[in-house]
């Protein structure tokens, strides 16, 4: 686990966010995880048409990614979401949810995007973790 990032959910003249924090400041070794999707380990898609669904696969995936870096959802300081509609994103953040200290968000951006990798896909979310030093 990384040295304790510090979350600043609302700096001072800023409205606090929607389930993230605007500022995490951490120190250490970053790791970087590609935008992860709703493929399990045969590289089939899971939850065709349910955002839910692809949300726990994508967080599930996401979650293998830091325990292989040996981290944890604790040392991520950034999340991008990418979605082809905004309306998954309320199944989205509720998996999330699920995943994360209410009292430590990672800062967050979600971006609508015409597209992804294979068109029965309805979301991509990437992650920055933040380790120790060695």
């Known amino acids: 686990m ?3 990032p510090t979350h600043i959910v609302a700096p001072q003249g ?11 400041v951490a120190e250490g070794r970053l790791a970087a995880i590609s935008g992860q999707i709703a493929l399990d380990a045969d590289g089939k898609v899971v ?15 996401l979650e293998r990614c830091l325990r292989e870096a040996g981290a ?4 991520v300081v950034k999340f991008t979401f990418f979605v082809t509609d905004l309306s998954v994103i309320p199944a989205l953040r509720a998996v999330r949810d699920r995943y994360l200290d209410p009292e ?4 967050s951006s979600a971006v609508q995007v015409a597209g992804l990798i ?5 979301m991509e979310v990437e992650a920055f973790a933040v380790l120790p030093p060695r």
């Open 2 to 4: 990384s040295s304790s």
């Open 47 to 61: 939850g065709e048409g349910d955002p839910e669904a692809q949300a726990e696969q994508v967080f599930a995936n």
């Open 72 to 75: 944890g959802f604790a040392d």
């Open 14 to 24: 800023l409205a606090p966010g929607n389930g993230y924090s605007h500022l995490v």
């Open 104 to 107: 430590r968000l990672p800062a």
């Open 118 to 122: 294979r068109p029965e896909l309805l």
